[in-house]
Nanobody, 127 residues
Framework: QVQLVESGGGLVQAGGSLRLSCAAS????????MGWFRQAPGKEREFVAA????????YYANSVKGRFTISKDSAKGTVYLQMNSLKSEDTAVYYC????????????????????WGQGTQVTVSS
């Protein structure tokens, strides 16, 4: 059983930064990408960013491109989300997830391409 544990959420003022981390509880094989999604109250879960585990290719939602950076530490089995220039509309619960899809037609933006999810970490941006 794979467990994904997010950390790093919190309260920050608009324009500030936060760094989220997602660590897998056990070494896993055969997964191809890790992604971050978020869900604000009353809204559907939406894609934020993803990274291919093998070659490090990255994918971003237009709403965060240029502000957020996804990265990984393969040795630690950890993926990070550096969030800069935060806006109030970035307020949400952020989830990391694991994908075992080798070739994604959605740029890993579809939640259906992920099989394991973390419990989420709250990010609140005050204006």
């Amino acid at each position: 059983q794979v467990q994904l544990v997010e950390s790093g959420g919190g309260l920050v003022q608009a324009g500030g930064s936060l760094r989220l981390s997602c660590a897998a509880s056990a070494r896993t094989f055969g997964y191809y990408a890790m992604g971050w999604f978020r869900q604000a109250p009353g809204k559907e879960r939406e894609f934020v960013a993803a990274i291919s585990w093998s070659d490090g290719d990255t994918y971003y939602a237009n709403s965060v491109k240029g502000r957020f950076t996804i990265s990984k530490d393969s040795a630690k089995g950890t993926v990070y989300l550096q969030m800069n220039s935060l806006k109030s509309e970035d307020t949400a619960v952020y989830y990391c997830a694991r994908s075992t899809v080798y070739y994604s037609t959605s740029g890993y933006a579809s939640p259906y391409e992920y099989d394991y999810w973390g419990q989420g970490t709250q990010v609140t941006v005050s204006s």
